[in-house]
């Protein structure tokens, strides 16, 4: 139990574009879900807090125009970086929270050219 | 300003033996401990959390917290050459939106 999936496993785009990205939790109901964001041999870095039907909760530094959040059903959250460009490819990571436990997505490595 | 540090190692272990990983935590609040492996490349997964005080056991693995020390320990028995990852102590505070806050994690090798 207790699964997250994440589509899609990865993306090329070209800089200028945007680009979505869906978090599911697929046997549970999740009112909390996490987007994370992760680059190469450093730490886990929380960017914001999705919280079904209500606007979502960006951590400091973390563009809200540029990332945009919707989480429009217990089981769906989804993150759109706008006007990507170079610097915002990396590992995006969600997680869906049950009772106090989060649970990982497989991520989304992005790339933008 | 809430922290959870970990010693970033590598810490090196023989297949076999127990591997320890420690883990502490800066705000007495603190009500809920996971443990997370991550291999490279890979997003987390869980491997345990613990509420309460003492020992919780799961397999290879044991959770270990002393909240008056402000202290939460990961051991795996038996190590395996798989169990070498990045493991990660995270801390759930409440009130806190029930964000969590992260170490930066141990790198584990255990070698064959």
């Known amino acids: 139990g207790a699964v997250v999936s994440q589509h899609p496993s990865w993306v090329i785009c070209k800089s200028g574009t945007s680009v979505k990205i869906e978090c599911r939790s697929l046997d549970f109901q999740a009112t909390t879900m996490f987007w994370y964001r992760q680059f190469p041999k450093q730490s886990l870095m929380l960017m914001a807090t999705s919280n079904e039907g209500s606007k979502a909760t960006y951590e400091q530094g973390v563009e809200k125009d540029k990332f945009l959040i919707n989480h429009a059903s217990l089981t769906l959250s989804t993150l759109t970086v706008t006007s990507a460009h170079p610097e915002d490819s990396s590992f995006y990571i969600c997680?869906?929270?049950?009772?106090?436990?989060?649970?990982f997505g497989p991520g989304t490595r992005l790339l933008v050219l | 300003q809430k922290e959870v540090e970990q010693n970033s190692g590598p810490l090196s272990v023989p297949e076999g033996a127990i591997a320890s990983l420690n883990c502490t935590y800066s705000d007495r609040g603190s009500q809920s401990f996971f443990w997370y492996r991550q291999y490279s490349g890979k997003s987390p997964e869980l491997i345990m959390f613990i509420y309460s005080n003492g020992d919780k056991e799961d397999g290879r693995f044991t959770a270990q917290l002393n909240k008056a020390s402000q202290y939460v320990s990961l051991l795996i028995r038996d190590s395996q050459p798989s169990d070498s990852a990045t493991y990660l102590c995270?801390?759930?505070?409440?009130?806190?939106?029930?964000?969590?806050?992260w170490g930066l994690g141990t790198s584990l090798a255990v070698n064959p």
């Open positions: 995270a801390v759930n505070y409440a009130g806190n939106n029930r964000k969590l806050i």
């Open positions: 997680s869906a929270r049950l009772a106090e436990t989060q649970y």
